[in-house]
């Protein structure tokens, strides 16, 4: 059974440019996170994706968007990079009926970088 | 707002001795707490969470944490520590009962096993 699974693993951009992030959550789960995580620091929550939705939002700009589709699978969105916006972006599944934090699965992550 | 201060960034400890590293909370009612690992260029892995009941909990590779109301901490223990432990450690806790809540994590602190 595979876990989370993100592509690309590794990707560099261009200030200004655009990216596109994807997250495979782990079978039977329906609940997609993403987190950014800059270098030396704790994860943040981005947005939350649920029946093809955003649920939860953080205190990101506008320029993150997400997608969910029919098959849970998840996208993140970044608009007009900025050098700042250089992380390891990190995708969560879980099942939304959970409530249990060991439902929470972490998939290994995309690592933007900015030049 | 909830937070989560890790007080600790870095810590060196010899290989066999013993461990604890510290987290502070702030939320105002009985939060749902947990402790990740991550190894270099990995995601997060739980390693034990606290929602009720016992304050000690038990967690995967030998950890331990303890919850102390009164003082806001949820630090993480261990008696030997084993030099494969060498990672970022981080604190973390979710406000709300499901775990589809977005969760919050401190900084980190990073663990050196010393020879």
């Known amino acids: 059974d595979a876990g989370v699974t993100q592509s690309p693993t590794h990707l560099i951009k261009t200030r200004g440019q655009q990216v596109t992030l994807r997250c495979s959550p782990k079978?039977?789960?329906?609940?997609v996170s993403w987190y950014q995580q800059a270098l030396g620091q704790g994860p943040q929550f981005i947005f939350q994706y649920y029946e093809e939705e955003e649920r939860q939002r953080g205190n990101f700009p506008d320029r993150f968007s997400g997608h969910q589709f029919p098959n849970y699978s998840s996208e993140l969105n970044v608009n007009a990079l900025l050098l700042g916006d250089s992380a390891l972006y990190l995708c969560?599944?879980?099942?939304?009926?959970?409530?249990?934090?060991?439902?929470?699965?972490f998939g290994e992550g995309s690592w933007l970088t900015v030049v | 707002a909830q937070s989560v201060t890790q007080p600790d960034i870095h810590i060196t400890v010899s290989e066999g001795a013993s461990l604890e590293l510290r987290c502070n909370y702030s939320y105002g009612a009985t939060p749902y707490l947990f402790w990740y690992v991550q190894s270099p260029g990995q995601g997060l892995q739980l390693l034990l969470k606290?929602?009720?009941?016992?304050?000690l909990v038990q967690g995967i590779k030998g950890f331990e944490a303890e919850f102390k109301r009164s003082q806001s901490s949820f630090n993480l223990r261990k008696p030997s520590v084993h030099w494969s432990d060498a990672a970022e450690y981080f604190c973390?806790?979710?406000?709300?009962?499901?775990?589809?809540?977005?969760?919050?994590f401190g900084s980190g602190t990073r663990l050196s096993i010393r020879p």
């Open positions: 969560a599944s879980s099942p939304l009926a959970g409530n249990n934090g060991n439902t929470i699965y």
């Open positions: 973390a806790v979710a406000p709300g009962y499901s775990s589809a809540s977005k969760i919050i």
């Open positions: 079978s039977g789960h329906d609940t």
């Open positions: 606290y929602f009720s009941g016992d304050t």
